[in-house]
């Protein structure tokens, strides 16, 4: 069982920055590829980064490219994702997720655990 727990999110001006923190509980962090999504409101959920569990590669989706970064410090069990230049289309509930080490990292598909959320909320 992991339980993941975000925070920082808030309100920001459009070109300005946030990063996000997940923490998690346990003491088999690092066997988990970690990823965060988002929702927006109206819209399905959709992936944004992933890191895997050795914290040795990472991906995101095409819109976030060269903005947002995915890191983690497994010592911490924590998971961050560096969020600059932000767009109001990136105003959304942004959601850290886990799955274990064997499954695809290059999937949106598979994350067994879920934390509860931050709002990040971007105005022009």
């Known amino acids: 069982q992991v339980r993941l727990v975000e925070s920082g999110g808030g309100s920001v001006q459009a070109g300005g920055s946030l990063r996000l923190s997940c923490a998690a509980s346990g003491r088999t962090f690092s066997t988990y590829h970690m990823g965060w999504f988002r929702q927006a409101p109206g819209k399905e959920r959709e992936f944004v980064a992933a890191?895997?569990?050795?914290?040795?590669?990472?991906y995101s989706t095409g819109s976030v490219k060269g903005r947002f970064t995915i890191s983690r410090d497994n010592a911490k069990n924590t998971v961050y994702l560096q969020m600059n230049s932000l767009k109001r289309e990136d105003t959304a509930v942004y959601y850290c997720?886990?799955?274990?080490?064997?499954?695809?990292?290059?999937?949106?598909?598979?994350?067994?655990?879920w934390g509860q959320g931050t709002q990040v909320t971007v105005s022009s």
């Open positions: 890191m895997a569990y050795s914290g040795g590669s990472a």
């Open positions: 997720a886990a799955k274990p080490w064997n499954r695809k990292l290059e999937s949106a598909d598979g994350y067994d655990y």
